[in-house]
């Protein structure tokens, strides 16, 4: 069927139109003035003092956006697309697995990412990774002020949603989805209300999505959810003309099916889910594995996820469905790997903020205005209309802040000497572009980025290329493990560019075959002198599990 021949579900349209109500959302849109696009509101002083804040006048600035190296291979990658005219298929970075197949999974992204560093170099790739996490900021709030919530919990929620986020604040591609699945789950909330043609722009959103991030697939999730959670409602509510499930069942056929428009086909799929079931994945990067509840936006995440546990049970009570399913599969996911906390906030954050708005109009129905709840009350009246639209003033200031100077906003020119060893890999560059290095993943990112096509890597942050074996490798060669030597001879290092607190650097220091060339405290270099004889495959270091950052 087309979109203007589905029809709601009698029983699920009064539920809708009963909870919208509870809480004053309207069901005709109201007329914005057509002056509206000229006054500055709200929304947008929002956006801009978070980004302001956060990057702006941050402790560590922009350059916190480039805490990952994986944004180095992205651009090499985009570039080696755009002198070719073609995306690779064997790996052109490593010399561990020089000329395997390889899938560039996230070229799109890549291709923007090194027009931009072209354009402007990391100036250029900070700020476009800043206007788009202003940008997922701005749709989250406007997405609860559309569903009817208080203003001032909206605010919260968003600043809330924003925190527990800001664990991966980086400049990758995974910033698209950050931005799409709250776009993809208020299109379909959107629909529920009032069934439109305009639903039916996820399926180029999803052809465009598939080849930006492998976050598609959670999209994916959520639209599969929408048809099974409405067929669920429509056998609570005894009304089995299924509408909304079949609708909602078509478009995620639609949107996966289009999905298999990529330089890959459907063994870019194969490869996803592979990866995303692999056991040596989940215990060896960091960002697959559970949250540790540590830390300000961990706790933010915390609070969110319990939130989401009440509201999902204040949703079933309503027979809702849907959301319920949203907030329960995402915050599974969410535990299980704490690179989905973005995903679960952005889904959760807005259902939230509706569930609190009830309990505080409930709470503060009846009282008088002069009193701290009618005051607050009005506060969120008189705030709402500001809080529900954005004008020309956002894109203008960002515009502006782009054209801003160096010195005054502190533009990056490299990656962060926090993370990055950037004045010793500067120093000893010709050497080691001369070499077989040993070093971290994120190092080798790094290396990729200032040397290549110079030189070539052991590993970096591609996790899902170099697989299970040569990973494993890496780890003892780092831990110092009963056959470092062997790891050692096997690949032909000659030069090892090391963390101090790794456990090989012990063991190099006291084997004669290695001589250090530098120690900075951070940060040590050794060169291959002879094929001494070292300490024997007897030593082993402690074992210290490795965080080996994914890509995009």
Known sequence: MFAGEIHRDGAVEQQLHALSSSVGISNSPKAVPKTAWWKPSFADIFVVALVVWTFASGPH?????????DAGWHIRVGEMILDSGSVPRIDPFSFSKSGQPWFAWEWLSDVGMALLHRAAGLKALVWFSAVLIAAFAGVVLRYMMWKGSNAIVALT???????????????????????????????????????????????????VWTNLHGGFIAGLLLLGAAAAGTAIESLWSRDFTFGQARRYGLLTLACAVITVVNPYGIELHKHVFAYLRSDWIRDAVQEFQSPSFRGESAMQFEGLMILG??????????????????????????????????????????????????????????????????????????????????????????????????????????????????????????????????????????????????Q??????????????????????????????????????DLVVAPVEWPLTSLLKRDAGWKVLEDNGKAIVFEKVAAGAGLGSGNKGSTVLHRIDNKG
């Open 309 to 454: 546990l009440f509201a999902a049970a204040y949703l079933i009570a309503q027979r809702r469905v849907v959301e319920t399913l949203w907030i329960v599969g995402l915050a599974h996911m969410a535990l299980g790997s704490q690179r989905h906390i973005t995903i679960y906030s952005a889904v959760a954050a807005p259902i939230v903020a509706l569930m609190l708005t009830s309990w505080w109009r409930a709470f503060s129905a009846g009282t008088p205005r002069k009193s701290v709840p009618g005051i607050l009350n009005q506060m969120s009246i008189d705030l709402a209309p500001a809080f529900s639209r954005n004008s020309f003033w956002g894109p203008l200031f960002f515009a502006s802040l782009f054209a801003m100077g160096a010195p005054l906003l502190r533009w990056p020119t490299d990656f962060t000497d926090v993370m990055f060893p950037v004045e010793l890999l500067q120093k000893h560059r010709v050497r080691i572009e001369r070499s077989r290095v040993l070093t971290t993943d994120q190092w080798g990112d790094y290396l990729l980025y200032h040397n290549y096509p110079r």
């Open 61 to 69: 600035g922009w350059a916190s956006l480039l805490a990952d190296g």
């Open 157 to 207: 929620l968003t600043l809330i949603a924003v925190g527990a986020c800001s664990i991966h604040f980086l400049a990758r591609p995974h910033l698209t989805t950050l931005l799409l699945i709250p776009i993809t789950a208020w299109m379909v909330e959107s629909d529920r209300l009032r069934p439109n043609w305009r639903l039916w722009l996820l399926v180029p959103i999803f052809a």
């Open 456 to 493: 070539k890597v052991f590993v970096d942050g591609r996790s899902d290329f170099y697989g299970p074996e040569l990973g494993k490798e890496y780890v003892r060669l780092l831990n110092g493990q009963y056959d470092w030597e062997k790891i050692l001879a096997k690949h032909g290092f």
